[in-house]
């Protein structure tokens, strides 16, 4: 399962201002799923902050362990769609907050959506939880179910049986969610900023009321505390009713381009706007299409009842323009938390590095690499932890650009989403078509290839010293084939891998040395001003640096 994804300033980045009044005691346990995706990464702090204790479920729990939070919550091994792990995940928990679904992962995702909500539904009663918390998506008051897009309508259905389990629940139905690493935001973003004339989708023609993360998180945290006789939905949006060409106008705005010219095209169906935001955004085509296919729905809220329960402070709902500066200044300031690609991509591989090599009685074909670098080993981690996104993979781009343009020509994520921090990573992140499987800080990165292959692949890239105390930079490219197809993959690439993974292993040898070079000029340079100033004053030992 995958998690999709005021005025006031906060500690967290796009968190709320603050936690709802009434909120219950620091004794209170709240079971988080999709911990580890774009909404659950950031509420998990809000609920601590808030006076709760945590729990999250995890496929893997070693995925969250590197998040700022994870001293501070509970981690447990378990997934939604296997209702044996979920039992001892409820134990003592007082408030269930169901955030993950199925999208983009295959033709059966509604079938695999349904028995995951009933699973979960069905062990939250049985150990007595006190309240479910969903987020759902808004739907069009004016379609009959049967006649939605399969997204929104699985939406709605795993609503309906939280609702009908016997635990109150409370489901909030929001439309474009806006914020830093947002899908939604991504996709806005990125066809706003690469294409001054646009010829578009009638889809943005269509009203939708976008809300902030900021405020989706406010309301997430405000209905642990809501009375036991509600289980209802509540529509959640800011207060401002848009089209998504309003939202690209208003975009272009806030972030200082020239205005776009934006002429709609009727003829652009979902499965070709969804192709189309596959090419130009990094958003892949499988997400961009139920994204897509929702925008073609008047989605606008009904009512605000959920200020009844938790009360808006001043500033709050946020308005669209100011959810976009918000997101925009996060992002120029690189603390987006988490992101839409945060949260594990159905149907990949999560299989971990073998250490057999005979693993599953199959093949293991590794392409190594060794050098010695004229850097210290910290110099040396900084280029490898700094690897992909802007800074590209030190070897062959058009052969890497090549690759991801095949995988996104097969429905892959290509090479475009890019990292999260662009000098830090931690387990779990998407790194490109990577996603980092292992992190040793200071020493080894282990990348976990979620590219469309017949087989499971892995990268993995070291940085010690050596038994004469010299800096060792080593490189595995590992790759097993899944039947003929993957054997046939590896040896008609095998010819290319002194281009690709040697020039890789060259090029960051060499990134890193002139790094070192850099730094040793500087330091030299600052140490003959020093002794310049010296000479002119008497200098004594344990004396402060005079000040310049």
């Known amino acids: 399962m995958a998690t999709h994804p005021s005025a006031t300033p906060d500690p967290t980045p796009d968190g709320p201002p603050g936690a709802a009044p009434g909120g219950p005691s620091a004794s209170g346990l709240c079971l988080v799923t999709g911990a580890g995706g774009y909404i659950g990464g950031r509420l998990v702090p809000e609920l601590l902050d808030a006076g709760h204790r945590v729990r999250c479920l995890a496929r893997t729990p070693a995925n969250l362990r590197d998040y700022p939070w994870a001293g501070r919550a509970e981690v447990v091994k378990g997934d939604v769609t296997d209702a044996a792990s979920l039992r001892p995940a409820f134990e003592g928990v007082e408030v269930a907050y169901y955030l993950v679904h199925s999208l983009g992962a295959g033709r059966d995702f509604e079938e695999t959506d349904r028995r995951a909500a009933r699973n979960f539904a069905e062990e939250a009663r049985a150990a007595g939880v006190r309240r479910i918390v969903y987020l759902g998506g808004l739907t069009p008051k004016d379609v009959p179910e049967g006649e939605l897009s399969p997204h929104l309508r699985s939406r709605a259905e795993v609503g309906r049986i939280l609702l009908d389990s016997g635990v109150p629940t409370t489901v909030l139905r929001a439309a474009v969610v806006i914020g830093s690493g947002s899908a939604s935001f991504e996709m806005l973003r990125y066809l706003t900023e690469r294409l001054p004339v646009m010829l578009t989708p009638s889809w943005v023609r269509t009203h939708v009321q976008p809300i902030a993360v900021r405020d989706v998180l406010r309301y997430l945290v405000g209905s642990a505390t809501m009375p036991p006789d509600v289980n209802r939905t509540f529509d959640v949006g800011g207060p401002d009713v848009l089209t998504y060409r309003d939202m690209m106008i208003k975009y272009a705005a806030v972030a200082g381009l020239p205005k776009r010219l934006i002429v709609s095209v009727p003829m652009l169906t979902p499965g070709l706007s969804s192709h189309w935001i596959g090419l130009v955004t990094p958003v892949p085509a499988g997400l961009a299409r139920p994204l897509a296919e929702s925008l073609r729905y008047e989605v606008v809220c009904a009512e605000h009842d959920i200020a009844e329960y938790v009360p808006d402070p001043p500033g709050a709902p946020i308005s669209f323009d100011r959810a976009l500066a918000l997101a925009l200044q996060r992002v120029q300031e690189a603390k987006v938390t988490t992101r839409w690609s945060s949260a594990s991509l159905p149907g990949a591989p999560s299989d971990p590095l073998p250490t057999d090599p005979d693993w599953a009685g199959g093949s293991l074909y590794v392409d190594e690499r060794e050098r010695t670098v004229d850097a210290p080993p910290e110099t040396l981690w900084k280029v490898v932890e700094g690897i992909g996104g802007e800074n590209g993979w030190y070897s062959f781009p058009l052969a890497w650009a090549v690759r991801g343009w095949l995988d996104r020509l097969v429905g892959g994520v290509g090479l475009r989403r890019g990292r999260r921090d662009a000098q830090r ?124």
């Open 425 to 548: 990573l931690r387990v779990g992140d998407a790194l490109d078509f990577w996603r980092v499987e292992e992190i040793e800080r200071g020493s080894l990165l282990r990348l976990r290839a979620e590219m469309r292959l017949p087989g499971l692949a892995w990268l993995e890239m070291r940085s010690e010293r050596d038994e004469r105390g010299r800096t060792r930079y080593r490189q595995r490219a590992l790759f097993h084939p899944r039947g003929l197809a993957g054997q046939l993959y590896w040896w008609s690439v095998a010819p290319f891998h002194a281009v690709v993974f040697g020039g890789m292993a060259r090029n960051i040898a060499r990134t890193a040395e002139r790094a070192a070079d850099a730094s040793a000029k500087g330091a030299s340079t600052g140490a003959d001003a020093s002794t310049a100033r010296a000479g002119d004053v008497p200098a004594h030992a344990g004396d402060a640096p005079p000040r310049t």
